[in-house]
């Protein structure tokens, strides 16, 4: 009776080596890790801090002198075929940081130079600046009780039509997903999805949460987050916080679009996970975050759990 529970525990500490094992060889600081990726994520993680200073009340004159000249130097090594966003978005963040120094009347001498002659590489390759700062309607922040009632309507469904959902769905909840925070915005978390029966069937067999109406899924997203976005022992679990925030906002965006959807945990071991990984094709410098199975919900009488929730009082501590 005891012994299942005890063995469990003492298994721990090999999947924390397993764990360790697949950080130290995927993660940014990893010798294995590709060198342009690791640069892809410096970059962002760089082009990252001169937008957020450019969002304070009142920026610094010539802020972040030291990690833009660090950043040029990761650009100057970059290349543009790896993917054009890192180049993209350093070329919005640093133009928005000249014209707001150029508007301050601060003279950048020899480090505007250097920036300058970045946006002029941008500008060859014919790419689109995409970050610096934008601006937001107030009206925006206006409370809104549609969008409240909207976020507490939301349950997990478990009975689906057999339809697939058409390509335009698809690329709407990717849309609505690719607004999830992300730390430093680096974006870590994937999407993966399955509409073959046979690939839903062997995933769902693997995830095992799901055998009461693993043949009536019709959809199925995976989940994930690069370990190559992270580097370091604080940044340890920061995969599923990016991970799971993205699939909260999957799970919205699939209510909001008149889909039911369930998530599916992924508490499996390495090997199961890599398992996963293998019969779904997704890259073990993945780390599995969670499934959802998705589709169409029947049309009248829906049935879910009702799932309680514990009372507010409970819930929040106000210190
Ligand atoms: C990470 C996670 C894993 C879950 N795994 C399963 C699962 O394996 N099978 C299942 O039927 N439901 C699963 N659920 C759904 C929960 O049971 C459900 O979210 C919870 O009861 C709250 O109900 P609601 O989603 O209807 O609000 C999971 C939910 C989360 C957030």
New binding site residues.
């Given amino acids: 009776m005891y012994f299942k529970p005890l063995l469990n525990i003492l298994i721990t500490p090999v999947e924390y080596a397993f764990d360790f094992f697949r950080a130290f060889s995927w993660s940014k600081a990893s010798p294995f890790c590709p060198k342009q990726k690791q640069l892809h994520y410096d970059i962002l993680l760089l082009a990252h801090t001169v937008e957020k200073g450019l969002s304070v009340s009142k920026p610094r004159e010539g802020f972040g002198r030291v990690k833009i000249l660090n950043l040029l130097h990761f650009l100057s090594l970059y290349q543009d075929d790896w993917s054009r966003f890192p180049l993209e978005k350093s070329y919005g963040c640093l133009k928005s940081y000249l014209d707001w120094n150029t508007s301050k009347g601060v003279e950048l001498g020899d480090f505007g130079d250097k920036i300058y002659a970045f946006l002029q590489r941008c500008e060859q390759l014919g790419l689109e600046p995409k970050g610096g700062v934008k601006h937001i309607s107030n009206s925006s922040l206006q409370n809104n009780p549609a969008a409240q009632a909207f976020l507490k309507a939301?349950?997990?469904s478990?009975r689906f039509q057999p339809d697939k959902v058409d390509p335009d769905i698809l690329s709407e909840i990717v849309e609505i997903a690719r607004r999830s925070p992300s730390q430093c915005n680096r974006q870590s978390g994937r999407i993966h999805y399955y509409s073959r029966f046979e690939d839903i069937d062997r995933l769902l067999r693997l995830?095992g949460?799901?055998e009461e109406f693993r043949e009536s899924v019709p959809n199925l997203f995976v989940i994930s987050s690069e370990i190559s976005a992270w580097s370091g022992f604080k940044a340890r679990s920061q995969a599923y916080v990016d991970g799971a925030l993205l699939a909260m906002q999957i799970l919205n965006a699939c209510q909001s679009l008149g889909l039911g959807a369930?998530?599916?945990?992924l508490a499996v071991s390495n090997y199961k996970e890599l398992k996963i990984c293998e019969a779904g094709g997704i890259s073990k410098g993945e780390r599995l975050i969670?499934m959802i199975a998705f589709g169409f919900p029947e049309p009248t009488g829906l049935v879910?759990?009702r799932?309680e929730r514990m009372c507010t009082a409970d819930l929040l501590t106000c210190h």
């Fill in positions: 939301r349950f997990s478990r995830q949460g799901a369930c998530p599916l945990n969670m879910v759990a799932s």
